[in-house]
């Protein structure tokens, strides 16, 4: 990469980093410090600046980059990575939306709590919370080291390291600031910007093509080296029957652990009804699926024009498919329209993965200071009281440090892997939690409880001796193997698991269901009565 492709992306990256930094200090001066302000914006954001904000959330650095090089890679079966991301708004849209927003505060614990002890189940469910949200955390830090290497150039680990640093503090600042209103408004102006950057790209591509989608996939599949396999199931995960059920796993953790993540719930309650966040999601679902139906063009349109021995000479992975493909749509390398267009895909990428570690560094603060705090000064009544505000203030630069830390150690591991992770740990300790409480009538303490520890413990332990850390070159310890568990992604056996531990440690519960508190959080849930 050129001189002039570093410095432009450089000062395009600094100009939203000083945009996101004047609306956090402006954010910072029109507050009044309460945990609602904090935690929810005041509750007074319209369902389309929640649905842009969810759309920003959601639209991660490895959505942009990672699944356009994978269908540049791979055709069809990278592509089946946009249909898992766009069809677990579904679940969000008919079952969690506005019963979340009716049964809660401010977390996935409240929800739970409403009907429930409250100290095992905030200390269970909050407990979750953070280990997806750190977990989903790294994965970002990770890719903005990589990101500095692939686009700007800085190849060195020390360039990587202070960009991991960088990035870490970045997004302790705008939420011990600015809380959820910044956060909000930053996931708003980045959604535009990638919404937007991505339009131009496929506008582009389809021009080279003149319109004709048939001629585009026609020549990805000639390029591909595979012929017309490039356009059909099987390239990535035919085969051998781990590498199905990979797949599988892969596919139930992404279309069930959106409904699941921590920093995606804490949106609803951005909003003042129910009824505004299920229209918040219907816009998300806009937004989103017109972003997931353009990665797929630009993947093909990345085989096709750039070929995918270009793109894995480039990068193994395929993160670099869509900067090279800006470079050559924009004129090709050395040119002022190539040197601008690779500038703002990586100013865009930047941009996305800023706002991205905001939003869960935020929900990850709210889960330690509302739940876990909360919980213990309950239990030390004596001990010296901080308010939520200013714990959760304290957790996010810890959550920040700690990423940081572990983005550091883990800059070589796989970026899809712990985005994946984090979705399977969503899907098998947070989701059967939060649907248990919602539909189950005799749903008890222990059921909660063991329905969080049953899912979030096998997940971990599963990806503990999964080929990803031991037996296999691209591990995490590759010289040495104690690895037992054949799959990658643990989702096909935790996220049963955590509904089966959910149901055993209700049915074996001494504990008699509270009838009149379901009773009250149905009518809730349904009507809005009493919502905060």
């Not at 990672?66 to 898992?84: C, E, K, R, W």
């Not at 990586?346 to 889960?367: D, E, K, N, R």
């Not at 935790?494 to 009838?515: M, N």
């Amino acid at each position: 990469m050129t001189n002039d492709h570093q410095m432009l992306a450089l000062l395009l990256f600094s100009a939203f980093v000083a945009v996101t930094l004047g609306i956090t200090t402006w954010v910072s001066r029109n507050r009044h410090g309460s945990a609602e302000e904090f935690y929810a914006g005041g509750r007074l954001f319209s369902p389309l600046e929640n649905g842009f904000a969810i759309a920003g959330d959601y639209m991660s650095a490895a959505s942009f980059l990672g699944i356009s090089g994978l269908i540049a890679l791979f055709g069809y079966d990278g592509m089946l990575y946009s249909v898992g991301f766009l069809v677990a708004w579904l679940v969000v849209l008919f079952l969690v939306a506005e019963l979340v927003r009716n049964c809660g505060r401010f977390t996935l614990a409240d929800v739970v709590a409403a009907r429930m002890a409250e100290r095992p189940v905030r200390i269970a469910a909050g407990t979750s919370s953070v280990t997806v949200s750190v977990l989903y955390l790294v994965a970002q830090m990770v890719g903005a080291g990589s990101l500095v290497a692939l686009l700007l150039g800085g190849t060195s680990e020390a360039a990587r390291s202070w960009t991991v640093i960088g990035v870490g503090a970045l997004m302790v600042i705008y939420v011990s600031l600015g809380g959820m209103r910044a956060t909000t408004w930053i996931q708003i102006v980045k959604a535009v910007l990638l919404i937007a950057g991505t339009i131009a790209l496929t506008v582009l591509v389809l021009l080279r093509f003149h319109g004709d989608f048939n001629q585009l996939l026609a020549t990805a599949a000639e390029r591909s080296g595979h012929g017309r396999d490039f356009l059909a199931p099987g390239l990535r995960y035919g085969g051998e029957w781990t590498a199905r059920l990979d797949f599988i796993s892969l596919g139930l953790a992404l279309v069930l652990g959106t409904a699941g993540l921590p920093h995606i719930l804490s949106r609803f309650y951005t909003v003042p009804t129910a009824r505004a966040a299920r229209r918040s999601v219907v816009w998300a679902i806009g937004l989103i699926g017109g972003f997931y139906l353009m990665t797929i063009v630009l993947g093909f349109g990345a085989a096709a024009i750039i070929g995918p021995d270009a793109v894995r000479a480039s990068n193994a992975a395929g993160n670099t498919a869509v900067p090279l493909l800006a470079l050559d749509l924009g004129g090709g390398a050395g040119s002022t329209g190539g040197t601008v267009l690779f500038a703002i895909v990586a100013a865009i990428a930047f941009a996305t993965i800023l706002a991205v570690v905001a939003g869960i560094t935020l929900a990850s603060s709210a889960s330690v200071a509302h739940d876990l705090y909360a919980s213990l000064r309950r239990r030390r009544p004596r001990a010296k009281q901080y308010s939520e505000v200013t714990v959760a203030r304290m957790a996010a630069a810890g959550i920040g440090a700690a990423a940081i830390g572990l983005g550091l150690l883990a800059r070589d591991l796989n970026v899809a892997f712990l985005v994946g992770l984090a979705f399977a740990v969503a899907a098998s300790a947070n989701l059967p939690v939060l649907l248990y409480s919602l539909f189950w009538r005799n749903f008890t303490t222990r059921g909660a409880v063991w329905s969080v520890y049953g899912g979030l413990v096998p997940a971990m332990l599963l990806v503990v001796f999964s080929p990803v850390v031991s037996g296999s070159p691209e591990a995490l310890f590759p010289g040495v193997d104690f690895h037992v568990f054949p799959l990658q992604n643990p989702g096909l056996v935790s996220i049963p698991l955590g509904f089966l531990a959910g149901w055993i440690g209700t049915v074996t519960s001494s504990e008699p269901p509270d009838a009149a508190k379901h009773a009250e959080t149905e009518v809730r849930a349904l009507t809005g009565a009493g919502a905060v």
